[in-house]
Nanobody, 124 residues
């Protein structure tokens, strides 16, 4: 069974940085593209970033371009989200997800597996 476990969330001041990690169980990690989504209270779950199964292609939401970087280490079955220049509006629960679409996607409906989420809070 596939499991995704996120870590690295916490409380940070505006302008600071956090790095989220997501470890995926299973031997076929490299065949899945991975994505990060976030959900603020009372709002829908929104796309943040995705990375292809090979790691050669990435997608970002406009709101995080130039500030966030997604990467993966297939040897460690782990995907990362480096978040710099954090803003209060980045406050949300961040979810890791996996899709069998090798190029990744910004559509949450195309992801088959989800983690439990990790809270990120940015204070002003």
């Amino acid at each position: 069974q596939v499991q995704l476990v996120e870590s690295g969330g916490g409380l940070e001041q505006a302008g600071g940085s956090l790095r989220l990690s997501c470890v995926r169980s299973g031997r076929t990690f490299r065949s899945y593209a991975m994505g990060w989504f976030r959900q603020a209270p009372g709002k829908e779950r929104d796309f943040v970033a995705s990375i292809s199964s090979s790691g050669g292609s990435t997608l970002y939401a406009d709101s995080v371009k130039g500030r966030f970087t997604i990467s993966r280490d297939n040897a460690k079955n782990t995907v990362y989200l480096q978040m710099n220049s954090l803003k209060p509006e980045d406050t949300a629960v961040y979810y890791c997800a996996a899709t069998s679409r090798p190029g990744g996607s910004y559509r949450k409906g195309e992801y088959e597996y989800w983690g439990q989420g990790t809270q990120v809070t940015v204070s002003s």
